[in-house]
Nanobody, 124 residues
Framework: QVQLVESGGGLVQAGGSLRLSCAASGRTFSTYAMAWFRQPPGEEREFAAAITRSGLSTYYADSVKGRFTISRDNAKNTVYLQMNSLKPEDTAAYYC?????????????????WGQGTQVTVSS
């Protein structure tokens, strides 16, 4: 299994930007589809963005589409989440996830490798 470590969370004002990073261990990073999930306080974990193994395709939840961008650098074993135009409702713990599957998937069950999470707080 790949090991994932998120970083880049913090406190930002509404309308601001933040970039999260997820560093993966090992040499098999390119075999994994990657995703970002988030869990607001008191709520269930929800899908935010996903990217295919090659990085050629991305998929976003409607709530973040147009504001967030997921990308990956397989040479650096790293996936990113660029978050722009942040809103207070974006406040959540953000988790990086990895999975091996044939089709795009936004479900938690598709991913069997998870990072520890990084907190993002957006003030109004």
């Amino acid at each position: 299994q790949v090991q994932l470590v998120e970083s880049g969370g913090g406190l930002v004002q509404a309308g601001g930007s933040l970039r999260l990073s997820c560093a993966a261990s090992g040499r098999t990073f390119s075999t994994y589809a990657m995703a970002w999930f988030r869990q607001p306080p008191g709520e269930e974990r929800e899908f935010a963005a996903a990217i295919t193994r090659s990085g050629l395709s991305t998929y976003y939840a409607d709530s973040v589409k147009g504001r967030f961008t997921i990308s990956r650098d397989n040479a650096k074993n790293t996936v990113y989440l660029q978050m722009n135009s942040l809103k207070p409702e974006d406040t959540a713990a953000y988790y990086c996830a990895a999975g091996i599957f044939l089709h795009t998937c936004s479900a938690i069950g598709c991913y069997d490798n998870w990072g520890q999470g990084t907190q993002v707080t957006v003030s109004s």
